[in-house]
T-cell receptor, first 117, second 114 residues
Framework: AQTVTQSQPEMSVQEAETVTLSCTYD???????LFWYKQPPSRQMILVIR??????QNATENRFSVNFQKAAKSFSLKISDSQLGDTAMYFC??????????????FGSGTQLTVLP | DSGVTQTPKHLITATGQRVTLRCSPRSGDLSVYWYQQSLDQGLQFLIHYYNGEERAKGNILERFSAQQFPDLHSELNLSSLELGDSALYFC?????????????FGPGTRLLVL
């Protein structure tokens, strides 16, 4: 079974600074996908960024980028120029194909990020 | 707005009761996933339907069941409710985009069992 570990329950960063959230996972699969979702106080789950395991190039999405280290099974999220609206719980998630079209997400326990003014 | 809708937003009920949560996926999405978010268990996958057929089951209790209808909306039925079933229930739908199956989440239904 896959497991996803987020070892930082809480983090804070000053507005405009850069912060990195850590995520490690355990799997025997070779083909899988990784995601970061954010959950602001509204509780809506919002996709931040995604990465395909077979791609060596790290994904970027505006101020968000990842550092994907497949051998180390590490998938960290870097937020640049942090904004107050980035305050949220951030979840790392792993997805593998489970036969046919079944693709379930396994989530980490989350990191609560607070951006300080 | 993800395009996934869930009703109701909030639900308060008593132990032993039965409730039904409803989800409408994004237009064109054939897959619906249900997740439960609770304080003690975190975010857990419950069940996946694809085009009306059950495709995968996660940590779903026997008291819970789901189905996906021909119009692709889905319902999650929770019966013999217990206090521990209080949680935020999400549904998500998926679209294949450049080979990555991204799941877009609805706003969730917050269930409180008293």
């Amino acid at each position: 079974a896959q497991t996803v570990t987020q070892s930082q329950p809480e983090m804070s960063v000053q507005e405009a600074e850069t912060v990195t959230l850590s995520c490690t996972y355990d799997t025997s699969e070779n083909n899988y996908y990784l995601f970061w979702y954010k959950q602001p106080p509204s509780r809506q789950m919002i996709l931040v960024i995604r990465q395909e395991a077979y791609k060596q190039q790290n994904a970027t999405e505006n101020r968000f980028s990842v550092n994907f280290q497949k051998a180390a099974k590490s998938f960290s999220l870097k937020i640049s120029d942090s904004q107050l609206g980035d305050t949220a719980m951030y979840f790392c998630a792993f997805m593998k194909r489970v036969g046919g079209s079944a693709r379930q997400l396994t989530f980490g326990s989350g990191t609560q990020l607070t951006v300080l003014p | 707005d993800s395009g996934v809708t869930q009703t109701p937003k909030h639900l308060i009920t008593a132990t032993g009761q039965r409730v039904t949560l409803r989800c409408s996926p994004r237009s064109g999405d054939l897959s619906v996933y249900w997740y439960q978010q609770s304080l003690d268990q975190g975010l857990q996958f419950l069940i996946h339907y694809y085009n009306g057929e059950e495709r995968a089951k996660g940590n779903i209790l026997e008291r819970f069941s789901a189905q996906q209808f021909p119009d692709l909306h889905s319902e999650l039925n929770l019966s013999s409710l217990e206090l521990g079933d209080s949680a935020l229930y999400f549904c998500a739908s998926s679209v294949s985009l450049t080979g990555i199956e991204t799941q877009y989440f609805g706003p969730g239904t917050r269930l409180l069992v008293l």
